[in-house]
């Protein structure tokens, strides 16, 4: 198992094929430490994990997501892949949500990537 972050857009993000809904958002551009991020929010909401690993209040209250970050649901109803694009605005507080396709996340996530 690998690092991650579970994301929450608000409000939520419905896929472009079928028209569900979209849930279970997560990403690795974050701090990747198991925190719950929601859209609107300045630092995490949530970290479940274990209490002897979880931060204390004051130091989960300091940290930050970056400038721009992908994140991937775990699907929906049909089989098309999708993913989005969160923003930080100047007060660091998640602000914008884009949904993009898979290829498009990817070419975000490596800028020197040819596909």
Known sequence: MGFYDDYIPMPTIDCPTCGMPFAGWQGKDGPCAFFVWRQGDKAPVDQPIADECRLPLEDLQRVRLPRAF??????????????????????????????????????????????
């Open 70 to 115: 992908a994140i991937y649901p775990h699907g929906c109803q049909c089989s098309a892949v999708w993913a989005a694009i969160g923003e930080t605005d100047g007060d660091e507080r998640w602000s914008v949500t884009r949904i993009v396709t898979s290829d498009e996340a990817r070419a975000f996530a490596d800028p020197f990537s040819n596909t």
